[in-house]
């Protein structure tokens, strides 16, 4: 069973706040949720452009003029820092904590994998034992911790869709090794300490503001270059291209359950413990995804009417970490929580391709 949480009045730490999908989450509380007490941390790297992190921290700034009856409190600081994520944790004690700070990419994983040690894997080691330590002396602490996995963990798994209840050992890049170190992490620290924590596979989020190091954005940077896109696989790949909104969204019905606190025969914490996939479930080749999208940059005048497409594409093989396709099966969220991504592709390019013009162009 799980324990709802009511999450209005509540104090909730974001890390990764400048991120793509935290500040998309912030916003989302802010204008739906007041009043509400967020904490945004964010380390504010310069893995990519650093001024797309701060225009979303300044959209987060303005929605937070417009509500004033919430709080938003924004610190620079990395989760890697044990001594930083514990001050945060004592001064504002937050109820919810939802963990997206990471170093994201799985091909940057294979150049500098470093970062994913310290960030990954050492940073959310520490928003685990700040939850761990937030019920010392009998306080409530932490009542739900919520984790970013990603649909990565499922490697080059042959059955489709990727099911939550899939073997996922096969990871065949740092970045998956990373985050399904996360769940077994949560999963030790929900046996053993009773913190209820919920992991979400994400799959392949796109939307306006999104990180310049993925697909759909780096190939609109080059087409407006007049460079040459590579497409993988000779195009044979197919992803599940979830839109942020409903990303959001899914992370905030989710936030607001978490998985109950209960006992087992032996007297022990049985783990208050879920993993959900949260992704569109409409798997699209990456040929139609890229006409898609050409046409939505034309339609937006991001690019010319008689673009030449077909003069900046190039097949290439597969890269070292990629996979062939990516499936989410959504049953166990659209069971739990009754709801399904279901922004269609070219809905949601059309937004990215809007926002690309009105910020680059
Ligand atoms: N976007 C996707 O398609 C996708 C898919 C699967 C999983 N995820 C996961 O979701 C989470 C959010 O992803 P995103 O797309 O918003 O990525 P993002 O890179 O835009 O956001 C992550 C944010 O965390 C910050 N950060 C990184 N390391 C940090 C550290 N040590 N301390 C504090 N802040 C740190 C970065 O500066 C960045 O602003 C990540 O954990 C990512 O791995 C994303």
Known sequence: MNNKINIKNKTILVTGAAGFIGAN????????????RIIGMDNL?????????????????????SHPKSKWIFIKGSIADKAMVDCIF?????????????????????T?????????????????????????????????????????????????????????DNPVSLYAATKKSNELMAHAYAKLYNIPST????????GPAGRP?????????????NETIEIFNYGNCKRDFTYIEDIVEGVKLVMQ????KRNGEDGLPIPPYAIYNIGNSQPENLLEFVDILQQELIRAKVLPD???????????????????????????????????????LREGLRKFAEWYKEFYI
């Open 25 to 36: 989450l912030i916003m989302k509380l802010l204008s739906e949720e007041s009043p509400i």
């Open 45 to 65: 790297n310069d893995y990519y452009d650093v001024s797309i992190k701060k225009y979303r921290l300044e959209k987060i700034e303005n929605m937070a003029i």
């Open 90 to 110: 004592n001064d504002y004690k937050p109820s919810i904590v939802v963990n997206l700070a990471a170093q994201a990419g799985v091909r940057y994983s294979i």
């Open 112 to 168: 500098d994998p470093d970062v994913y040690i310290e960030s990954n894997l050492i940073g959310f080691y520490n928003i685990l034992e700040a939850c761990r330590h937030s019920y010392d002396g009998g306080r409530n602490g932490v009542e739900h911790l919520v984790y970013a996995s990603s649909s990565s963990v499922y490697g080059t798994n042959k059955k489709i869709p990727y099911s939550i209840d899939d073997k996922v």
């Open 199 to 206: 992991g979400l596979r994400f799959f392949t989020v796109y």
């Open 213 to 225: 190091d993925m697909a759909y954005f780096g190939f609109t940077n080059k087409l407006c270059n």
């Open 257 to 260: 359950e978490a998985p109950g």
């Open 306 to 344: 008689d673009y030449d497409f077909e003069a900046h594409k190039k097949l290439v093989p597969m890269q070292p970490g990629d996979v062939p396709v990516t499936y989410a099966d959504t049953k166990a969220l659209e069971d739990t929580f009754g709801f399904k991504p279901s922004t269609p």
